[in-house]
């Protein structure tokens, strides 16, 4: 089979494709003509070379077998011969996520071995999986935010046939697939999409450089770059949603904003395909313009992350106080954001000195924000890439837990936090020698005054993120599951989806919540589920809801966790507990580090 090659090239200079034995002039479109394409067999190995100068890797290649600095691959999207033709696609909204990171999920670290581990996931009750960053990066380990090869699968997971197995193999377990991607700043190496047309513009800067070009006077193909980048996956591998990386950093002047014209372009091919097709934002504006219709004006994510939420969670039930985290170490906090969402709502926000965000208008699906207690980016970004579990008692974790997969937003976790594993995640690269000696330097400094020493005791020396034992301190230990501890925690969390899924569905109904917080305990109710825990060291006496009732004591039946069916019908029956919890006329009488579900 032949494949097209097609790349922008304004300005009119020959361009040709280079492989190892010939060079072959490229055609400028007729129609177009600052396109210029060429067929080529299926596995070529090729570069182009635009004026006669050295060549480079395709900008829309879809495999670097060596690197991205070394030739593309032609790849036949059509070759692969899909099994799903039964499925049906799964909403982003309100379907249980798991974000992990194909490197690091095995031990072999790639897409085929990641299959291996689908059915854990599938009996868990997860419905989406994320994928962090695959695209091609620099060097052979990385967590793919800096990468430069975008159209491009990572050749160490498997490269683009073996996305297209996983996903199929996703699919055969009614699992959905998520992919992040990176539209607002391309890494520092291996970034040659200037070689071939004004990609970037100084008018608009980030933190990592010159923007890409959405609004500029003949932006028209920067724009269809992405366009094109976000409809392949749909259509040529059958992702089911997108993660957009960071969107705050996209910036776009123009009346029609780049993501408004993404979330167009979706819908249009969601119809066409006659399945849902989900953009899931990254923003820090606290704006619901984000994840409002375009025909209402607003840019149609169809969800966003909460970070507010994690925010609050992680202050309260860790005790940090630190950066970001002083504002949401205030009491009535955790409340707030499970009842509002967004803590900063215009007023000020101490960490960014200023007013910030916008209250979420009643009404708003609460499954357009996805909340999380962990994810890559609040895990690997602390010092030591430690998780809450490091510090915390299990029954704090499962306190926390169930808060977290109750609520009417769309829950996700982090890889391994099913188990409660310890193990850190922390930031790797794998970056040449131009670049290597300022990723540590620059990580040391990022972090020196954080106020570490807080937490750790000491202020720690932070890992090299280039050295290989970075990378492999953050594999995930699956051989933690033989321990009784871990088997517990995760038939806690598989029993709260079981849980989630059987009274909520898919969360679009039950979406009020109220939430009450006293010293040492906090209770929460969700149409028929109430939640009362006791986090801490501190015992507690909860008072639930309706009148007086009397029931039996919870039993343990050999995990922990279950209990035994009490029968007042005003506040419910114990159908979860980790601890020992008790009712008692009307009370729910809490030990320390413990919580109970109660279900009308």
């Given at each position: 089979m032949s494949v097209l090659v097609r790349v922008w090239v304004p300005g009119g200079l020959p361009v040709e494709l280079v492989t190892d034995s010939a060079r072959e002039p490229m055609a400028r479109d007729s129609v177009d003509p600052d396109y210029v394409e060429l067929r080529v067999p299926s596995g070529t190995d090729y570069r182009i070379a635009v004026g006669g100068r050295d060549p480079y890797p395709d900008p829309r290649s879809a495999w670097q077998p060596e690197g991205v600095h070394g030739p593309s691959r032609a790849f036949d999207v059509s070759a692969h011969r899909w099994s799903d033709s039964g499925w049906q696609g799964v909403s982003a909204l309100g379907a249980p996520q798991y974000e992990l990171h194909i490197g690091t999920f095995t031990p072999e670290g790639t897409l085929d071995a990641a299959i291996e581990r689908l059915d854990h996931l599938a009996a868990l009750g997860i419905e989406m999986l994320e994928l962090m960053p695959v695209?091609?990066?620099?060097?052979?380990?990385?967590?793919?935010?800096?990468?430069?090869?975008?159209?491009?699968v990572e050749h160490a997971y498997g490269g683009p046939e073996a996305l297209q197995r996983f996903v199929d193999a996703a699919h055969a377990r009614g699992l959905g697939v998520c992919l992040d991607v990176v539209h607002n700043h391309l890494g520092p190496s291996g970034n040659y999409l200037s070689q071939f047309g004004p990609y970037f513009t100084d008018r608009h800067m980030t933190p990592w450089g010159e923007g890409l070009d959405f609004d500029g006077p003949g932006s028209r193909p920067v724009r269809d770059f992405v366009v094109d980048h976000v409809l392949r996956w749909f259509r040529d591998f059958h992702i089911d949603a997108l993660r957009l990386d960071a969107v705050h950093e996209i910036q776009d002047d123009s009346e029609y904003?780049?993501?408004?014209?993404?979330?167009?372009?979706?819908?249009?091919?969601?119809?066409?395909?006659?399945?849902?097709?989900?953009?899931?934002?990254?923003?820090?504006?606290?704006?619901?313009?984000?994840?409002?219709?375009?025909?209402?004006?607003?840019?149609?994510?169809?969800?966003?992350?909460?970070?507010?939420?994690?925010?609050?969670?992680?202050?309260?039930?860790?005790?940090?106080?630190?950066?970001?985290?002083?504002?949401?170490?205030q009491p009535g906090v955790l409340t707030h954001v499970l009842e509002r969402v967004f803590l900063h709502e215009g007023g000020l926000s101490t960490f960014r000195g200023k007013g910030w965000g916008a209250p979420v208008p009643e009404g708003t699906d609460r499954r357009r924000f996805v909340v999380f207690t962990q994810n890559h980016?609040?895990?690997?970004?602390?010092?030591?890439?430690?998780?809450?579990?490091?510090?915390?008692?299990?029954g704090t974790v499962a306190a926390g837990t169930a808060l977290l997969l109750l609520a009417p937003f769309t829950p996700m976790l982090f890889q391994g936090q099913e188990w409660g594993t310890s193990s850190p995640f922390l930031f790797f690269t794998d970056h040449g020698p131009d670049i290597a000696p300022y990723i540590a330097e620059g990580r040391r400094a990022e972090f020196a005054g954080h106020g570490w020493d807080r937490i750790y005791g000491e202020e720690p020396e932070v890992p090299d993120p280039q050295a290989e034992s970075t990378f492999l301190a953050s594999k995930l230990p699956w051989e933690e599951l033989r321990s009784a501890e871990a088997r517990r925690m995760l038939a806690w969390y598989r029993?709260?989806?079981?849980?989630?899924?059987?009274?909520f569905g898919d969360g679009a109904t039950h979406q009020s919540v109220t939430c009450t917080e006293s010293e040492g305990w906090v209770r929460f109710e969700r149409g028929p589920?109430?939640?009362?825990?006791?986090?801490?060291?501190?015992?507690?006496?909860?008072?639930?809801?309706?009148?007086?009732?009397?029931?039996a004591a919870a039993t343990d039946s050999g995990q922990g966790r279950h209990a035994a069916t009490h029968t007042s019908p005003d506040h419910g029956e114990v159908v979860l507990e980790w601890g020992g919890v008790v009712v008692e006329d009307g009370k729910a009488v809490l030990p320390p580090h413990s919580v109970a579900v109660l279900r009308r």
């Open positions: 695209h091609a990066s620099p060097g052979e380990r990385g967590w793919s935010y800096d990468g430069v090869g975008l159209y491009a904003h780049i993501l408004a014209e993404l979330a167009d372009r979706t819908a249009e091919l969601a119809e066409e395909l006659g399945r849902p097709l989900s953009l899931i934002a990254e923003s820090d504006l606290n704006d619901v313009r984000m994840i409002t219709p375009t025909a209402e004006g607003g840019l149609g994510m169809n969800a966003q992350w909460a970070d507010d939420v994690h925010h609050a969670f992680h202050a309260y039930l860790t005790g940090e106080s630190f950066g970001y985290y002083g504002d949401f170490a980016d609040q895990v690997g970004n602390r010092a030591l890439g430690d998780r809450p579990e490091s510090r915390l008692e299990p029993d709260l989806l079981a849980l989630r899924k059987d009274v589920v109430t939640v009362v825990a006791a986090p801490f060291e501190q015992s507690a006496r909860v008072p639930l809801a309706g009148s007086p009732g009397t029931g």
